[in-house]
């Protein structure tokens, strides 16, 4: 049953002041390079509550995290920090290799196959959190499971064991669906850049890995993320979500003065030239943006505990076929500390 702690928790988008920064007078053809071009630029959340132990943990991880990948060997590290992540390159290399093949683990089609997560699991490929039919030995009619696009989960774990954040959202529908279950399967998205934390590896990159069965801690407190603060590759992915499957969230403010952030996007994106470089979809995913951020869109995010690895539903999906493909390669995820971003010289 879902912690009664939890239960009470809003679950909707709130409002929130935001600082508009200078900075973020990025191009539309900035963003779209955004995909191959590393930047240093990256958003960690910022509680708004008093944090749980466990909210600590997952926060001073992320720093961890953004501080060797973008300082790499240069990184001054106190002894603790450097035990923490001489412990958590253990644990990816441990967790993150295939029993069967010895390699990394294979990471799957989110849907729109015949082979894929949906197969096994059920629901729609589009929802981040979709509620399933399904009823076989790895999950139940009304259940829910996590499997969203990175954008919807960019701080969730990075292996099996890992600690992290999932989407509040997630929790409103296991309660919409009455699902009342304890823990849910849990999938992220390998992330395109190396700077980014759910990065595993160039032959990792838009395929989602399995890290097991996770449930929300139970003394877990909300941490808000305002959707400015995102990085401009979560925003985008927001933004498409939203424009293309809710567009009920919009208020009538959105239909009425929807021309406002039209041109508010043309001008973020650095006037006509770029502007007209873009496809129309493109151009109605950065007003969305415009939108969002004018209305001071927050999303909550709780932090979620470990309960164990399905190693059946692993290899399922793997017997199936399931595992993403790239030029006929099958995807999957790297254990190099050096590719991975977390080659630090522990005698530094």
Request: aromatic share 10%; charged share 30%.
């Amino acid at each position: 049953m879902v912690p009664s702690t939890i239960m009470s928790t809003s679950v909707v988008l709130v409002s929130q002041k935001v600082e508009r920064e200078d900075n973020e007078n990025v191009s539309a053809r900035a963003i779209k390079q955004e995909e191959t071009v590393p930047s240093t630029v990256i958003s960690t959340p910022v509680a708004v509550a008093p944090l749980s132990s466990q909210t600590q943990a997952v926060l001073d991880d992320i720093e961890l995290d953004v501080k060797v990948k973008t300082e790499g060997a240069k990184a001054n590290l106190s002894a603790e920090e450097k035990e923490r992540l001489k412990k958590q390159t253990e644990l990816i290399q441990k967790w993150n290799i295939d029993p069967d093949t010895g390699k990394g683990r294979y990471v799957f089609r989110r849907a729109c196959h015949p082979s894929c997560i949906t197969t096994v699991l059920g629901g729609s490929g589009m929802d981040p959190w979709p509620v399933t039919k399904m009823d076989n030995e790895f999950i139940k009619p009304g259940q829910i499971y996590v499997a969203g696009d990175e954008g919807w989960n960019p701080y969730g774990p990075r292996f099996p064991g890992d600690i992290g954040f999932v989407c509040t959202s997630a929790l409103k529908f296991m309660q919409d669906a009455k699902s009342m279950q304890a823990e849910f399967h849990l999938f992220v998205q390998c992330a395109s850049r190396p700077d980014k934390k759910q990065w595993q590896g160039q032959s990792a990159v838009g395929g989602r890995m399995y890290v097991g069965k996770y449930k929300f801690v139970e003394d877990g407190l909300e941490q808000e993320i305002p959707f400015e603060s995102l990085h401009a590759v979560y925003r985008r992915y927001v933004a498409k979500f939203i424009y293309r499957r809710a567009e009920s969230w919009y208020d009538e403010g959105y239909r009425t003065f929807k021309s406002r952030h039209y041109r508010a996007a043309k001008k973020r994106c650095g006037g006509d030239e770029d502007w007209e470089e873009m496809n129309t979809q493109e151009q109605h995913y950065a007003a969305v943006e415009e939108y969002l951020i004018e209305t001071k869109y927050t999303f909550q995010f709780l932090p979620v505990k470990f309960v164990g690895y399905d190693e059946a539903l692993y290899k399922k999906l793997v017997s199936i076929d399931a595992v993403a493909r790239s030029k006929g390669e099958k995807k999957h995820i790297s254990v190099d500390p050096v590719e991975l971003g977390r080659n630090y010289n522990y005698n530094n």
